[in-house]
């Protein structure tokens, strides 16, 4: 009878540290690294979510997102805010579709923050920082005419800039008159560095023919 009793208790505790085991105790959850990149080009960004250890149910991850990147402008968010790591599995990707806008702009970072979890509680790396970075190129500039007349004391030229696409903050281009066209003949009239706004495409210089009493054939002068 004692044996039996003694076999019942043994019994009854290896029960509990099998449920305990299998359950949902000690779990937690976080991000794999707290740093990616990825360049902003219609792709779909991956960042990993992570269990300690495979559950029997679902877990369902809460995260929020900020940072100077915009969702619907920048990114699309698969998940809206969710994330669902299936019974078993010990990860689950957040997707990120990063929006190619055909803009020049800067950098942006985009903050995850893991928030709340099903299962468990949430780990250490319950951030990451993600980089949309702008892989196009600078927008090129150039002369809107490949040339133009300007008479000695008679006015200004204006000469229109263009760029070859728009940008979202604000471009300058120098504009110089060589050395080559002698002193006093042309001046800019205002200064010298031209900004483009955001957005803008199109811009001007002006230039005058400063007016001498010399009796002179025309001049020619290039702008760059």
């Known amino acids: 009878m004692i044996a039996c009793r003694s076999l019942a208790r043994a019994a009854a505790r290896l029960m509990a ?28 960004a991956e960042v990993r979510v992570v269990l300690s250890g495979p559950q029997a149910q679902d877990v369902s991850v809460q995260y929020s997102l900020r940072g100077r990147a915009v969702l619907g402008t920048d990114f699309d968010d698969a998940g809206s805010g ?9 990860e689950a990707p957040i997707l990120l579709t990063l929006i190619e ?44 005419l490949p040339a133009g007349t300007v008479q000695e004391g008679g006015g200004a030229l204006e000469m229109p800039l263009t760029l070859s696409g728009p940008a979202v903050m604000p471009l300058q281009v120098t504009v110089e008159l060589p050395d080559t066209l002698g002193v006093g003949e042309f001046e800019l009239v205002g200064p010298s560095v031209v900004t483009f706004p955001p957005g803008r495409t ?23």
């Not at 969710?82 to 010990?90: F, W």
């Not at 230039?207 to 002068?221: R, S, T």
């Open 101 to 144: 806008d055909g803009l020049f702009e800067r950098d942006e970072t985009l903050e995850l923050s893991l928030t709340s979890t099903s299962v468990g509680t949430i780990g250490a790396t319950q951030r990451h920082v993600l980089t949309l970075v702008e892989d196009g190129p600078a927008p090129a500039v150039s002369f809107g």
């Open 17 to 44: 540290l099998t449920l305990s085991v299998g359950g949902a105790v000690a779990q937690s959850v976080e991000f794999s690294d707290g740093v990616s990149a990825a360049p902003e080009d219609g792709s779909v």
């Open 202 to 224: 199109t811009a001007a210089v002006q230039v005058i023919a400063i007016d001498d009493p010399l009796d002179e054939a025309a001049e020619v002068g290039a702008l760059r």
């Open 82 to 90: 969710l994330l669902v790591i299936p019974a078993g599995a010990v």
